[in-house]
């Protein structure tokens, strides 16, 4: 069953026809534990990665460092929560180490993002202080890599 | 290209040796040359991985040029290697080589066989090989002064040479012989029965048994049986290996020999004069890929796996019957049905589909009325490939 989702996760465009033959189960079984784990929130979105600078667009995008004070009985989840519901926040993380909260921030400019945290972010009550780091370049993204030149076939098209 | 090389040979006749001229060339390299000239192909023909070398051994290699280890290494291979490779055969199929005597590094399992070859052979010996087989074992065979007899294999044995078959061509000229499961082009692989059968033959004639097991890794459901494990084997038998399909370093050059102290010593013979050593840089890439391969190892597996589920399928779907290959990379369907030669299938294909794949007449007379398929190509390759096969299929079924 694992395989059917590691599957996925490579090609989300993966058929249930094409799975069936790779993992040698029928379409039938295939569909169906598919459409179970849309149901049960296993399989969350199925996306696309674009390279949108490739497409003259390019969005801005921080990764911010949060300090934040724990809430009693509730720990750092209310204050994750409060943040990560904003929509320009991207990914939110809870991590060990000089800060709580690693937080991966979009938005068109950097005026956008600057408001953000002035704004809504740092006068947050349980927000002690913030770090702000503007991405400068993409090199790697969800397991893929930008910015390498087109991959050519070095093989020969004929081999013993 | 070869038509010059040919031309170049024959006006030189007297010098180049009788064992070279008279040699046939490889039925791949021909269908290179008709290749080259057909643009946006895409190709099942192709021999070898289609992953990059994983990123921590070809770290390893740029590792150890920037540490300077540009220098020969002794004769049989970096020491440590060999402990490696050593536990390698130990932890995977049981046997045990000493690292000191009894393991040799090479230059891709081809320098391994051209060795084993070589080191055996008296002028006429015989050696007996599967038909079809991979390319290279009737010429090497023949340049190392030997005869190489051929035993048929066929789809009702599943492309697994039988015992019985062997032993009816068994002379007193007979001195090895020679077999490499899962095999290229088929994608055969032995079953321990089979292979002890052999293995009993070998015994019983006194043979030696050369066993190519370059595509160990590469099996699917079924587990690989490491011939010189076999009881009674590890005596007379030299196992050829490397790293180039389970790694994917096709271009490293890198393999190995594992045989008895007094076989590994005739080999590093001719290797001490011949190739000195295996390239460093390789050898030391080699250790990083036995230290902390295994799990990219099996990755590649697994990928191969599903791809090949996929080809056979639809091969068979669209009228090539195709038994199921349960090792190295490979697909062997029957064109029969198309009442085409191999040749002229592949041929055929390649320029009104632009599809390659390998006649299997390249690996032998009884390749004859199956092409080889190669399934190491990405997945969107083989359905597109498998797409214009079958409207290649569907249309000559229509004109004949």
């Known amino acids: 069953m694992k395989e059917i989702f590691e599957i996925l996760e490579q090609n989300a465009r993966a058929t249930p026809e094409q799975i069936s ?23 969350l979105k199925y996306r696309t990665i674009i390279d949108w600078p490739k497409l003259g667009q390019e969005d801005v995008w921080a990764l911010i460092e949060v300090r934040v004070t724990p809430q009693r009985d509730v720990g750092f989840d209310a204050i994750a929560e409060r943040i990560y519901q904003f929509p320009e926040v991207y990914s939110a993380y809870l991590v060990s180490g000089t800060y709580e909260l690693a937080m991966l921030v979009r938005g068109k400019h950097m005026q956008e993002i600057s408001s953000f945290v002035t704004e809504k972010l740092a006068p947050l009550e349980q927000v002690q202080s913030t770090v702000t780091h503007f991405l400068l370049k993409r090199y790697k993204e969800n397991g893929e890599t930008f910015h390498l030149p ?5 093989r020969l098209p004929i081999t013993p | 290209m070869l038509n010059t090389e040919s031309a170049a040979t024959e006006s030189r006749g007297n010098l180049i040796s009788q064992k070279v001229a008279t040699l046939p060339p490889s039925g791949i390299r021909k269908f290179f040359d008709l290749l080259s000239s057909v643009e946006d192909i895409i190709s099942l023909g192709i021999g070898e991985p289609d992953f990059v070398t994983p990123w921590h051994i070809r770290e390893a290699g740029t590792y150890s040029l ?15 290697l060999r402990q490696e490779l050593a536990s390698y055969l130990d932890l995977h199929y049981g046997i045990s080589y000493h690292p000191e005597h009894e393991i040799l590094i090479t230059t891709g399992s081809s320098e391994g066989l051209d060795l084993a070859l070589r080191a055996i052979i ?28 051929l035993v048929p294999t066929n789809e009702e044995n599943n492309f ?23 095999a290229n082009p088929t994608g055969a692989v032995m079953s321990q029965k089979e292979a002890r059968a052999i293995a009993e033959l070998a015994k019983k004639h006194d043979l030696l048994v050369i066993s190519d097991e370059i595509y160990a890794r590469l099996v699917y459901g079924v ?12 005596e007379r038998a030299i196992l050829i290996s490397g790293f180039s399909k389970s790694h994917a370093m096709t271009g ?24 000195l050593s295996a390239s460093t840089i390789a050898q030391m890439a080699a250790i990083e890929a036995l230290r902390n391969g295994e799990a990219e190892v099996e990755k590649m597996v697994q990928e191969y796996n599903r791809r090949r589920r996929f080809m056979v399928k639809r091969l068979n779907e669209i009228g090539l019957p195709c038994f ?50 190669c399934y190491a190509t990405s997945l969107s390759n083989i359905e597109q490939a498998l797409r214009r096969m079958g409207r290649f299929v569907t249309k000559s079924r229509l004109t004949a």
């Open chain 2, 324 to 373: 199921e290959p349960k090792g190295a990379f490979y697909a062997f369907p029957s064109i029969k049905a198309t009442g085409m030669s191999s040749e002229e299938f592949a041929e055929k294909l390649l320029l009104e589909e632009k599809v390659a794949v390998v006649p299997g007449t390249a690996f032998g007379a009884c390749g004859e009325g199956f092409v080889r398929c």
């Open chain 1, 21 to 43: 033959i790779m993992v040698d189960k029928p379409v039938s079984e295939v569909e169906e534990i598919i459409k179970q784990a849309e149901k049960d929130g296993i399989i």
């Open chain 1, 150 to 154: 087109q991959e050519t076939n070095r």
């Open chain 2, 160 to 182: 697994v040479v039988r015992a019985t078959d062997i032993e009816a061509r068994i002379t007193k000229q007979t001195k090895a012989i020679l077999s490499g499961y899962p």
């Open chain 2, 223 to 234: 587990e690989h049986i490491c011939f010189p494990s076999l009881p009674g084997m590890k």
């Open chain 2, 122 to 149: 008296n002028p006429g010996d015989e050696v007996i090989i599967p038909d079809p087989c991979y390319v290279a074992y009737p010429a090497d065979i023949t340049l190392a002064g030997g005869v190489p007899i």
């Open chain 2, 252 to 275: 490293w050059r890198i393999g190995y020999v594992a045989a008895e102290r007094s076989f590994t010593q005739a080999l590093t013979k001719i290797h001490q004069y011949t190739m």
């Open chain 2, 66 to 80: 920037e540490k300077g280890y540009t220098m020969y290494t002794s004769n049989s291979g970096i020491l440590e």
